[in-house]
């Protein structure tokens, strides 16, 4: 059974940097790319970006394209997320999780979630 | 592309049948999934490519449609469906959800 793990919760300062990691067990990591959603509280999912887990390749969404890299570690299966020059605005649940290959499409559906990491920022 | 749902909540008995709509800007051919997020959990696929219920999944969840508009079924509402129900497009990036349906019981 598929399972991906992330680290846990985080505070920080806005202006700060983040890095959240995504731990996957139970199958084989660069068979199936790895994306990442956040939900701020009492929100919606809002897509954060893609990453490809055999090429390394990603697509980041605009909202945060300059200040986000998505990366993995192919040798521990783990993938990261790093969110930099934090705002309030980012305060938030983080979730990576797999895209399933059920269907011949790049970025969905994604079939197995982590259980999400809180990051907060305040002052 | 943008994704719009309605109702954006509902509240319905136990044994109605409850539909929820999805509508996408752009025509998306049927790569359109939904999702169930219980509260304080983390979501769930119920259905992708539209229609094809996801391994697990109770069947009284069905889901339709294909281009613009989409529904998602619930035949035959269960406490346990209390959840909020997101609709996301997967064509092409960004893989944008929609805004969401709460579904309470009456």
């Known amino acids: 059974q598929a399972q991906l793990v992330q680290s846990g919760t985080e505070v920080k300062r806005p202006g700060a940097s983040v890095k959240v990691s995504c731990k996957a067990s139970g199958y084989s990591f660069t068979d199936f790319h790895i994306t990442w959603v956040r939900q701020a509280p009492g929100q919606g999912l809002e897509w954060m970006g893609w990453i490809s887990t055999y090429s390394g390749g990603t697509n980041y969404a605009q909202k945060v394209q300059g200040r986000v890299s998505m990366t993995t570690d192919t040798s521990t299966t783990t993938a990261y997320m790093e969110l930099r020059s934090l705002t309030s605005d980012d305060t938030a649940v983080y979730y990576c999780?797999?895209?399933?290959?059920?269907?011949?499409?790049?970025?969905?559906?994604?079939?197995?979630w982590g259980q999400g990491t809180l990051v907060t920022v305040s002052s | 592309i943008q994704m719009t749902q309605s109702p954006s909540s509902l509240s319905a008995s136990i044994g109605d049948r409850v539909t929820i709509t999805c509508r996408a800007s752009q025509g998306i051919l049927n790569h359109l999934a939904w999702y169930q997020q219980k509260p304080g959990k983390v979501p769930q696929l119920l259905i992708y490519?539209?229609?094809t219920l996801q391994s697990g999944v109770p069947s009284r969840f069905s889901g339709s449609g294909f281009g613009t508009d989409f529904s998602l079924i619930i035949s035959s509402l269960q406490p346990e469906d209390v959840a909020t129900y997101y609709c996301q497009k997967y064509n092409t990036a960004p893989p944008t959800f929609g805004p969401g349906t709460k579904v309470e019981i009456k």
């Open positions: 999780a797999r895209v399933s290959g059920l269907t011949q499409t790049t970025y969905g559906p994604v079939d197995f």
């Open positions: 490519a539209a229609s």
